[in-house]
């Protein structure tokens, strides 16, 4: 999918450095890198990919811009590990991930997308209701000591 010379791709092992970089990058702006971050982060082959799960890129003029998963959490698929880098934030292109993530969701015919953020997160909290995430309760031992929020889309 190409928009606004960007192009979103898929998973390829020779982009692991922009996952965990890009990803690295907001969470220790905003929090610290956690246990389960780190094992997923450092391997997306296997925490992500070899789990059923997917990675997806953005490719913003040949440059590696942005980043997001679908972790196959056995009972659903988690949205997660979404970051743009900050230089080229505020183009859409975190708003095209979504997007993109939606559409494939639909083309595997899943019946909904969870994620877990943090409500200090207040742009990313705006764009997932504004993509028609809906908050569900939180358990108690979600694998994010940060979050405070759970949301989900039903498809």
Known sequence: ???????IIEYQSKYD???????VEWLEKYFYIEPYDKKV??????????SGGFIFFAKYNNKI???VSLINQKTFFELSKMAVSPK??????????????????????W??????????????????????FKEIPLEENSHY???DIKMILML
């Open 88 to 109: 080229y934030q505020g183009l859409g292109i975190g708003l095209q991930l979504m997007n993109f993530c939606i559409e494939f969701a639909k083309s595997k015919d």
């Open 41 to 50: 982060l450092s391997n997306p082959k296997k925490y992500v990919i070899d």
């Open 1 to 7: 999918m190409i928009k606004n010379n960007v192009k």
């Open 65 to 67: 811009v942005g980043v």
């Open 145 to 147: 000591e940060r979050s």
């Open 17 to 23: 450095v922009f996952f965990y970089n890009l990803n």
């Open 111 to 132: 019946k909904s997308i969870t994620l877990y953020s943090h409500r200090k997160l207040v742009a990313a909290i705006n764009l997932y209701k504004k993509m028609g």
